[in-house]
């Protein structure tokens, strides 16, 4: 039995193909495994075959949809599936989604307002079993079942990317709200009164913590060092990559640029504050921390532990009652393999 996952973004659709008898006993298995040698299939090599194709947003709902069944077709055919194998169809999208009915209720640059996905994508492939969900619900539950938060209870993705998106898995299931709208992490305010978030409220972390932000404190503090005459490599690091973007200011900070650092440490700061903020609230037993600003590791890691290990509330109990900080482990694909195992969990009990 095979099972597909579809990662709807703004600028591609993703999709690629599992075998079910890969991931099931990582999927159902409680319990943190007693063998950590265990020969199963994990992250990334549980994807058979992955393929996209550009989304072309301003096209309707309608044929973005029929695109999407013709590229699982697609996947299916390269892997060597015959797409009568293929049981179940998991399909994630940005925004709002409710996956009791399959509807994407809003998905922000993507033209799926209360679009029935599931009736669509059912007459498009033939397959009955679709399940619907949010993007970033897909990629935390991955990096739970295959990736980063293998084998523990609770587990908390915060992806950093040009918004911050995140959800919090417990006991095996996501945690969504009653309305499916929670795991907003990045409209949490962390600066009251402060820079105006996307959303529409001030101070948001994601107006503190995504790239984009990083990338404004950048531009801020070379325009400050130009104006105050100060000696920094920012510009010509910029100029090398036309134009500043999220790894400008750590870049010229490991070349011991002090403008630099000050961009850094008070972007780490910032992220910090927000982190600690969710460890308060929900103690994960391991937070991962996804999206490319991630590749910075331990550059970004160990300044974040130290501040959090200081702030949060439970920083007297032993360390090894802590969070630990990690970075998430499948990449791009975290979308498109948690779009696959949440139909896998949804579908594989029922007929
Ligand atoms: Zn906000």
């Known amino acids: 039995m095979y099972h597909i996952g579809i990662d709807l973004g ?7 193909i599992l075998k079910e008898s890969d991931v099931a006993p990582l999927l ?23 393929d996209s194709i ?60 209360n679009f029935d996905v599931k009736s669509h994508l059912r007459r498009h492939t033939g397959i009955e079993k679709i399940t619907v969900d949010n993007d970033a619900n897909a990629a935390a539950y991955a990096e739970a079942v295959v990736g980063a938060g293998h084998g523990v209870r609770d587990f908390l993705l915060i992806t950093i990317g040009t918004g911050i998106g995140g959800a919090y ?28 978030c996307t959303c529409g409220r001030l101070g948001c972390a994601e107006a503190y913590c995504s790239v984009n932000a990083l990338i404004r404190m950048t531009l801020d503090e070379m325009a ?31 070349e011991g640029d002090k403008v630099a650092e000050r961009v850094v440490s008070r972007y780490i700061y910032y992220l910090a504050t927000a982190l600690t903020n969710y460890i308060n609230i929900f103690q994960p037993e391991i937070l991962a ?18 501040i959090i290990y200081s702030e949060m509330f439970n920083h007297r109990q032993s ?33």
């Not at 703004?10 to 690629?16: K, L, R, S, V």
């Not at 293929?86 to 925004?95: A, E, K, L, Y």
């Not at 095996?172 to 990045?186: H, K, L, M, P, S």
Request: glycine share 12%; net charge positive.
């Open 54 to 113: 550009p989304t072309h947003p301003a096209r309707s709902a309608e044929e973005i949809i029929a695109d999407a069944a013709s590229l699982a077709r697609t996947v299916a055919h390269r892997a060597g599936v015959d797409f009568r194998d293929v049981t179940s169809i998991g399909f994630v999208s940005p925004g709002t989604v409710n996956p009791l009915t399959g509807i994407v209720v809003f998905a922000g640059n993507v033209p799926f307002t």
């Open 289 to 306: 921390i996804g999206g490319g600003i991630s590749k910075e590791g331990e550059y970004l890691l160990s300044p974040l532990r130290r």
């Open 224 to 254: 400050r060092a130009d104006a105050a005459g100060e000696r920094t490599l920012l510009k010509d690091i910029a100029e090398k990559t036309s134009g500043v973007n999220g790894k400008t200011a750590f870049d010229a900070m490991r």
């Open 10 to 16: 703004g600028t591609n659709i993703a999709a690629g």
């Open 169 to 196: 898995v417990s006991a095996g299931d996501v945690q969504r709200g009653f309305n499916f709208a929670g795991g907003e992490f990045g409209h949490t305010v962390i600066v009251v009164g402060g820079e105006k």
């Open 319 to 351: 360390p090894d009652k802590y969070t630990k900080i990690v970075t998430a482990s499948l990449g791009g694909d975290a979308g498109v393999i948690g779009a696959a195992l949440l139909a896998v969990k949804e579908w594989s009990h029922k007929k």
């Open 28 to 50: 159902f298995a409680q319990a943190r495994p007693a063998d950590d040698s265990q020969p199963l299939v994990r992250g990334d090599s549980c994807l058979l075959y992955k």
